[in-house]
């Protein structure tokens, strides 16, 4: 037995699931909804794109709900753009994208990352011989999100081109006000969807529900593949988000209460001399000497599941959900008994005083 002991259960640190729960209405909705089994869910998913579509003040033709991000991923690897030439993606990200576009026999051109980055003139000038783009933003699994000038410059990009810009974002709620999304160029007339998803800051993964907005004749193309599927989203979960939009209040304190945890624990890695990348996420990339050995021996000997990054291509990097305070103070203390190898030496750690702004417990 290792001294980071094991607690009840594993402690989840990889799917970057929120430890806050849903808000207590959407449980309420789902549970209600619950009850008449034997009928099939709406189709047309009206209620929960009506409550979509108000909230993100769009037309309800720009919004299609699907079973999670993930389906919407699928569906629009299958509906959009030109269908001859490859998708183009970032090496290092989320696997949805190639695996989707490797499916359904597109093909999938990976644009390496500039270090750790997007390299945004590289995939702009992928776009011309691109069928469509996929972009994680935030950045999954760095945590990094795009200033407004490379943002910018990518919308241009499609606009010229005409390459449908699929911008997943999936952890979107957790960035700073302000953070550019998709919703800000609408207007623009480029080809632009964003893929969202109720799974992560609203909380409620194990329902599958998530949503895209963007320009109308995109979300046609994607709906006319929906029809497929006429029933993928289920009962629960629409009403579940229909009531979960409707408290906003909650989504702000899952917002709040995860930016605190992210300050305390990049602050605790400091303290014990381990470096981490920004997030603007709830997740945090941490560097490890051996990522895969590290994932492996977390599982396996500490019952604690993070993600390997370097599975995504992103090498030398665990990426850590932001759990709760216990399950990360375990994580921290058996990362300092396989991982002493990637700490700094205690002479160039900061001082062992709370970072500013860091509140003891969150
Ligand atoms: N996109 C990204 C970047 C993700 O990390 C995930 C899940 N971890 C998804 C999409 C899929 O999310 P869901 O299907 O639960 O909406």
């Not at 910018?152 to 302000?178: H, K, S």
């Not at 890695?269 to 470096?275: E, H, K, S, V, Y």
């Amino acid at each position: 037995m290792t001294t980071a002991a094991i607690g009840a259960g594993p402690a989840r640190l990889h799917l970057s699931e929120n430890p806050y729960g849903s808000s207590p209405w959407a449980l309420k909705a789902a549970r209600e909804a619950l009850a008449p089994t034997a009928q099939y869910p709406d189709p047309a998913r009206k209620d929960a794109l009506e409550a979509i579509a108000e909230w993100a003040r769009v037309d309800r033709a720009q919004v299609a709900v699907a079973n999670g991000s993930d389906e919407l991923v699928l569906l629009s690897a299958l509906a959009l753009g030109d269908r001859d030439r490859p998708g183009v993606t970032t090496a290092g990200t989320f696997p949805g994208y190639r695996i989707c576009l490797t499916a359904v026999g597109r093909g999938c051109e990976e644009i390496p990352l500039d270090g750790i980055h997007t390299d945004v003139e590289a995939v702009a000038a992928a776009m011309d011989r691109a069928g469509v783009v996929y972009l994680c933003h935030p950045h999954n699994p760095s945590g990094a999100v795009l200033d407004r000038g490379r943002f910018d410059r990518l919308v241009e990009q499609a606009a010229v081109t005409g390459t449908p810009l699929v911008i997943d974002e999936a952890y979107l709620e957790f960035a700073p006000a302000g953070t550019p999304q998709v919703r800000d160029y609408l207007g623009s007339g480029a080809p632009l969807l964003s893929l969202r998803t109720f799974s992560k800051a609203y909380g409620l993964a194990a329902l599958r529900i998530g949503y895209a907005v963007g320009s109308a004749d995109l979300v046609a193309e994607l709906r006319a593949v929906q029809d497929t599927m006429p029933f993928s989203v289920n009962a629960v979960a629409q009403a579940a988000a229909v009531a979960a939009l409707a408290d906003q209040d909650h989504l702000e304190d899952v917002h709040r209460r995860n930016a605190l945890r992210r300050e305390w624990f990049q602050g605790e890695l400091l303290l014990r001399g381990r470096q981490s990348l920004p997030s603007a996420t709830n997740f945090v990339a941490v560097p490890v000497a051996d990522s895969a050995t590290a994932e492996r021996l977390l599982a396996e000997e500490y019952g604690i599941l993070v993600r390997d990054a370097g599975r995504f291509g992103f090498a030398g990097h665990l990426r850590v959900s932001l759990g709760s305070e216990d399950d990360l103070v375990r994580l921290l203390d058996a990362l300092d008994e396989i991982d002493p190898a990637a700490a700094l030496p205690e002479d160039a750690r900061p001082l062992r005083t709370a970072p500013a702004g860091a509140p003891s417990v969150c």
